[in-house]
T-cell receptor, first 113, second 108 residues
Framework: NAGVTQTPKFRILKIGQSMTLQCTQD?????MYWYRQDPGMGLKLIYY???????DKGEVPNGYNVSRSTTEDFPLRLELAAPSQTSVYFC????????????FGEGSRLTVL | ELKVEQNPLFLSMQEGKNYTIYCNYS?????LYWYRQDPGKSLESLFV?????AVKQEGRLMASLDTKARLSTLHITAAVHDLSATYFC????????FGAGTRLTVKP
């Protein structure tokens, strides 16, 4: 049982480049989330999805886009990468929604130079 | 603005000692979570506290919740090296909001 799988685990981008962080889950969870974790800070919610075709902004959505074409997949796209987007990104999922226990992937460390 | 404040942010303990991590929050939340994160790893749920006065224990960790004081504690009893990790509390006014985390190091 893989749970929540993120790729890539590490990536270095140049300023202005674009990339997509992939997230897939095999637990048939309706809800999926993207968080970023900065040093000494808690996780902040970027975007979330309540099901295929439905997404909504979280606390820090600027500079990111998401899509949810299937229950399993929830990719996060960075357009025009900036140094402020250097962070560790976590994908999570659950059944109960935004107030329920979250199941996290192992994270993707992104550096923008 | 919602605040979730943990203290201490860094904690170095000797094995065998006891200590408490505190989590204060500034808004109503009907539940509170504690998560553990090992270095370079993901977060894993430890406890969910669902009501005022709730107490949960697993091994050397015990969590409690006082919703009137908007305070949760995570008590560590007779610390061992394996407990070294970062511990996050999180409240859920509408979605999950995390504290900054407490980095715990347990030394022999």
């Amino acid at each position: 049982n893989a749970g929540v799988t993120q790729t890539p685990k590490f990536r270095i981008l140049k300023i202005g480049q674009s990339m997509t962080l992939q997230c897939t889950q095999d637990m048939n969870h309706n809800y999926m989330y993207w968080y970023r974790q900065d040093p000494g800070m808690g996780l902040k919610l970027i975007y979330y999805s309540v099901g295929a075709g439905i997404t909504d902004k979280g606390e820090v959505p600027n500079g990111y886009n998401v899509s949810r074409s299937t229950t399993e997949d929830f990719p996060l796209r960075l357009e025009l990468a900036a140094p402020s987007q250097t962070s560790v990104y976590f994908c999570a999922s659950n059944l109960q929604g935004p107030t329920g226990e979250l199941f996290f992937g192992e994270g993707s460390r992104l550096t923008v130079l | 603005e919602l605040k979730v404040e943990q203290n201490p942010l860094f904690l170095s303990m000797q094995e065998g000692k006891n200590y408490t991590i505190y989590c204060n929050y500034s808004t109503t939340s009907d539940r509170l979570y504690w998560y553990r994160q090992d270095p370079g790893k993901s977060l894993e749920s430890l406890f969910v506290l669902l009501s005022n006065g709730a107490v949960k224990q697993e091994g050397r960790l015990m969590a409690s919740l006082d919703t009137k004081a908007r305070l949760s504690t995570l008590h560590i009893t007779a610390a061992v090296h394996d407990l070294s990790a970062t511990y996050f509390c999180a409240v859920v006014p509408n979605d999950m909001r995390f504290g900054a985390g407490t980095r715990l190091t347990v030394k022999p």
